[in-house]
């Protein structure tokens, strides 16, 4: 009875933290852009990713260097659905880091995608790894979800 009980406990835990953030979503401004093989760059307003139940939205800029060019791409500028989501929840002493790791398929190009945050109003941090080039990173602020973006 109590390794059935632990087990509920546990499967439990690892399935909320997820629930939860399909809920809520992520919002995260950045607000640097850290290419791989180019000086970091402060960015000016604007810029964001959303991901919300199974769906992503981002305007992001991208600085790297392309192996296969496509023609006629709108870059990281796209809202597409996301697969093979994986949340890993991690309690910290004083924080609760949060690692989502998904991919996305847009214009032939597949992106894998890590968001990592400590919760709104902290710092989030946005890992860009797409299949044609080299990866960028941005990090920013984690907002509430706006009711329009």
Same mark, same amino acid.
């Given at each position: 009875? @109590?390794? &059935?009980?632990?087990?509920?406990? =546990? ?7 997820? !629930?939860?953030?399909?809920?809520? %979503? ?5 607000d640097m852009m850290i290419p791989m093989k180019f000086?970091? @760059?402060? &960015?000016?307003?604007?810029?964001? =990713? ?7 939205? !981002?305007?992001?800029?991208?600085? %790297? ?74 990090s920013g602020q984690q907002t509430e979800m706006p009711?329009?973006?």
């Amino acid at each position: 009875m @109590k390794r &059935l009980f632990t087990m509920m406990m =546990l499967l439990t835990m690892m399935v909320l933290p997820s !629930m939860s953030q399909d809920n809520k %979503g992520i919002y995260i401004e950045p607000d640097m852009m850290i290419p791989m093989k180019f000086p970091s @760059k402060m &960015l000016e307003g604007g810029y964001y =990713l959303k991901l919300k139940n199974d769906t992503i939205d !981002m305007y992001l800029p991208y600085m %790297g260097e392309t192996y296969s060019p496509v023609f006629n791409s709108d870059g990281l500028n796209f809202k597409e659905p996301v697969k093979n989501v994986k949340v890993q929840v991690k309690n910290k002493k004083n924080s609760t880091r949060t690692t989502t790791n998904l991919e996305v398929e847009h214009q032939g190009i597949k992106y894998k995608i890590q968001l990592t945050t400590w919760g709104v109003n902290e710092n989030g941090q946005i890992d860009v790894n797409p299949n044609n080039g080299t990866s960028c990173s941005y990090s920013g602020q984690q907002t509430e979800m706006p009711v329009k973006k």
